[in-house]
């Protein structure tokens, strides 16, 4: 079945430092979207990409989707601490449900 | 935006005893869907929750093991039955509002297995 991975696992970044997290699909997306999910909490959509190649910014996050649609990249520009948590990609290949990546967890240190 | 309402937040729970999650959702939506997910790990679908018939489950997921309802567009159960301490986990519910795609998530049901 469709398998979304996510690169890398953990990463503890020093607020004002740069953040990355890329994600894979074994299979072509229709979609992708983006979740955070703080300590203790449920996972918050963030946004969602259709289109090849496509790019969206929110304030300090960069999202992109691949060429391919098969994968995707979120950037946060000069990380603050309210920036902590699990990013999740969630991918969608024609049906009505996301699979979910397996998630990169942010730590930023002050 | 839709807001839902899930509980119980919590249970501990003994092993063979079954447990009824319950979600709530303040508005009408297309779809809706129950997770798991491991402290620290992914979210993995156990099945999407159709109004007036059957769940789909996915892979590795029965219905006599988590049998589900939605009666209704606002409202859906999942049972936890015959439990045994792999249940522990954390299950969450979610929806999709009928104008958008993005998945409205419920707070969770942190279940553990004694």
């Known amino acids: 079945g469709q398998q979304v991975m996510q690169i890398p696992q953990y990463q503890h970044v020093q607020e004002g430092e740069d953040f990355t997290t890329y994600c894979n699909s074994s299979t072509t997306l229709s979609n992708i979207q983006w979740y955070k999910q703080r300590p203790g909490g449920h996972p918050v959509f963030l946004i969602q990409?259709?289109?090849?190649?496509e790019v969206k910014k929110q304030k300090r996050l960069t999202f992109q989707f691949g060429e391919a649609k098969k994968n995707s990249s979120l950037h946060i520009t000069a990380t603050q601490t309210t920036d902590v948590g699990t990013y999740f990609c969630a991918g969608a290949s024609g049906t009505y449900k996301y699979i979910f990546g397996t998630g990169t967890r942010l730590k930023v240190l002050a | 935006s839709a807001v839902i309402s899930q509980k119980p937040s919590r249970d501990i729970c003994q092993r063979g005893t079954s447990l009824t999650i319950q979600c709530q959702v303040d508005s009408q939506v297309t779809m809706m869907f129950w997770y798991r997910q491991q402290p620290g790990q992914s979210l993995t679908l156990i099945a999407t929750a159709n109004q007036g018939s059957e769940a789909t489950y996915e892979s590795g997921f029965v219905i006599d093991k988590f049998p589900i309802s939605r009666p209704n567009l606002t409202f859906s159960t999942l049972t936890v039955s015959n439990m045994s301490p792999e249940d522990s986990s954390i299950y969450l519910c979610s929806a999709r509002a009928p104008a958008g795609e993005k998945l409205f998530f419920g707070s969770g049901t942190q279940l553990s297995v004694l």
């Open positions: 990409l259709v289109k090849s190649g």
